[in-house]
């Protein structure tokens, strides 16, 4: 009985750990010559990354094919301000950083 109640602390903690959801990847913003050519968002081209596993570079391509100058991460769970940016992507994912909407905005 002892064993089991020396195990317990380490269980739980196994336990809370699997539950814990990764940390987001960084926002990623173009260089200051990209953002001089005004750059626009441009969500139907990266439509194809809904359904994709979050990977490396996922959000420097999706900043690339979008035209866009930024790059939001939308974490599962989370708030975002409602400011309106027309050269932003916005890209939410689930807890197995699965994304699940591109916008732009």
């Known amino acids: ?3 089991i109640r020396s195990a317990l ?3 739980t903690l196994a336990l809370i750990g699997a539950c814990a959801t ?3 990847p960084e926002d990623l913003e173009r ?3 990209d953002r001089a050519n005004k750059l ?3 969500a139907e081209a ?3 990354y809904v359904g994709q596993t979050i990977v490396g570079d996922t959000g420097e391509q999706i900043l690339r094919k979008s035209g866009a100058a930024r790059l939001r991460w939308g974490p599962p769970d989370s708030v975002w301000t409602m400011d309106y940016r027309a050269d932003r992507v ?3 994912y689930d807890r197995a950083m699965v994304i ?3 916008t732009c905005g």
Request: proline fraction near 17%; charged fraction near 15%.
């Open 100 to 102: 699940t909407d591109v």
């Open 31 to 33: 260089s200051e010559s």
């Open 90 to 92: 916005n890209v939410r």
């Open 22 to 24: 990764p940390p987001p």
């Open 1 to 3: 009985m002892s064993v």
């Open 9 to 11: 602390p380490f269980a």
């Open 46 to 48: 990266v439509m194809a």
């Open 40 to 42: 626009v968002c441009d």
